[in-house]
């Protein structure tokens, strides 16, 4: 992220006051980016989501997530970008905890965006960077 959303995120979620999310898989496309549905368009200083992502660990619990939506359908994985989006923005809401047969110690959701307006400064890494970010992120694992 850029120095101010390093700021901004950061302490608190090092502190523990924050929890976090990363938010990629979707219902019918799994971990699969380029088949992803999550749609994020660009109006004026700001985009908008609409779609939804499932098996979310931590995503009814976060206050802030890490979540890739396509921003240009047309160009495969160069299409996605990532945003942080804050628990609490209109248009924003996770369904029931999800029951798993394993790992019962991470708690899972569903994610849904409905006209979610996010500002401009949310985007990670930069608009189309997304896949960037992502496995930035993935080679720590």
Do not use: C
Request: aromatic share 8%.
């Amino acid at each position: 992220g850029n120095e101010q959303q390093k700021q901004k995120y950061l302490p608190k979620l090092i502190s523990g006051e924050y929890v976090g999310a990363l938010a990629m898989s979707e219902p019918n496309a799994g971990s699969d980016v380029v088949s992803m549905k999550l749609r994020a368009e660009q109006k004026g200083d700001h985009f908008v989501l609409n779609g939804s992502k499932m098996w979310i660990t931590n995503g009814g619990d976060a206050d802030v997530l890490v979540v890739y939506a396509k921003t240009d359908p047309q160009a495969g994985a160069k299409g996605m970008t990532a945003f942080l989006i804050e628990k609490g923005m209109k248009g924003f809401s996770h369904g029931n905890h999800l029951d798993k047969l394993g790992m019962r110690g991470s708690n899972t959701y569903p994610l849904f965006f409905d006209n979610v307006e996010v500002p401009a400064e949310n985007v990670l890494g930069g608009v189309g960077n997304g896949t960037k970010v992502l496995m930035s992120g993935l080679d720590y694992e």
